[in-house]
C-alpha cells in the first residue's frame, strides 16, 4: 500500500515540531538520525526566517516518513499529525486519501518496525558497555574497586531500584548527557578468566546527583511513561 498518496505533498519538520510540542532542533535531529540509520528518506532543504531573514535548515517529509518520525519523537502525539495528513491529502488533487483505520493500521506498522530497531541498538550499547567505557575513560588503572564507587552493573541495579530506570535509559545518561559523571578510575578485573581486563568505575554521589537531575527534567506523558531529551522514544519512569 503506497503511504503517499501524491508524490507533491509533503510535511515540514517545523510544522511536526508544533504539532508534537517539541523544539524544532529536536525534530531536525532526529530526522538526521533516522537517515543516518536508513529508517527514513527525507529531503534536507533550507527555508527563510519571516522575522529576520535568515536562512535555516528543516526536513520535507513524505507521509510515511513524517509517521515514522512522530513515532520516534512522541507517539502520543499521532492522532495531531494522522488528522494533520488528513487535510494536506484532501487538499491535494490526488486519489482517495487513505482512512483514519488505515493510516492508523500503518502508524502501528512502523512504530513497531522503530521499536525494534531501538531494542537492537540497546542490546549492542549493552553488549559493548565496558569496552566503551575503557576507551572513553580515565587511563588509571587501580588494583581494587574504591570505597563509594560502582560499577556500570551495579550502577543499572542501583537506579532501578530508586526510580524505575530501564538499563538502555541508564546507558543513554551515562554515556550521552552532557551532565554525565566522569569515571572515579579503572578497576582490573582480578578474575582469572578476566585476562588482565579492566572495567570503569564511578563516584556513587556522583552518579545520584547525575540521576536527580535527570529524573528532575524528565516530563510526564502517560502513566508511568516519561519523555526527554536525550532518550529517543518514552521510557518508563517511578516517581518516589
Not at 560502582?150 to 552532557?178: F, Y
Request: glycine share 2%; net charge neutral; charged share 25%.
Amino acid at each position: 500500500m503506497n503511504m503517499l498518496t501524491s508524490p507533491t505533498v509533503t510535511m515540514s519538520s517545523r510544522e511536526i515540531a508544533e504539532l508534537v510540542d517539541r523544539r524544532h532542533d529536536q525534530v531536525l535531529r532526529t530526522a538526521r538520525e533516522l537517515i543516518e540509520q536508513g529508517v527514513t528518506q527525507s529531503v534536507e532543504t533550507l527555508y527563510t526566517h519571516p522575522q529576520n531573514g535568515q536562512t535555516y535548515p528543516e526536513h520535507r517529509l513524505s507521509k510515511r516518513d513524517s509517521l515514522v518520525l512522530v513515532a520516534r519523537l512522541s507517539p502520543e502525539f499521532t492522532a495531531r499529525v494522522v488528522d494533520r495528513w488528513m487535510e494536506l491529502e484532501a487538499a491535494a488533487t490526488s486519489p482517495r486519501p487513505l482512512t483514519t483505520t488505515e493510516t492508523l493500521i500503518q502508524m502501528l506498522t512502523l512504530q513497531a518496525e522503530v521499536e525494534r530497531r531501538q531494542e537492537e541498538q540497546a542490546r549492542a550499547i549493552t553488549a559493548i558497555g565496558d569496552r566503551i567505557d575503557r576507551v572513553e575513560t580515565a587511563q588509571t588503572v587501580l588494583s581494587a574497586r574504591p570505597a563509594n564507587s560502582e560499577s556500570i552493573v551495579h550502577i543499572r541495579k542501583r537506579i532501578w531500584q530508586l526510580h524505575g530506570l530501564s538499563d538502555a535509559v541508564v546507558d543513554a545518561v551515562m554515556r550521552q548527557s552532557p551532565y554525565a559523571p566522569k569515571p572515579a578510575g579503572m578497576v582490573r578485573n582480578e578474575h582469572a578468566q578476566a585476562d588482565g581486563a579492566t572495567y570503569a568505575v564511578y563516584w556513587k554521589k556522583d552518579v545520584t546527583e547525575t540521576f536527580d537531575r535527570f529524573v528532575s527534567e524528565c516530563r510526564h506523558s502517560a502513566g508511568m511513561l516519561h519523555t526527554h531529551p536525550f532518550v529517543e522514544s518514552r521510557f518508563k519512569l517511578v516517581r518516589k
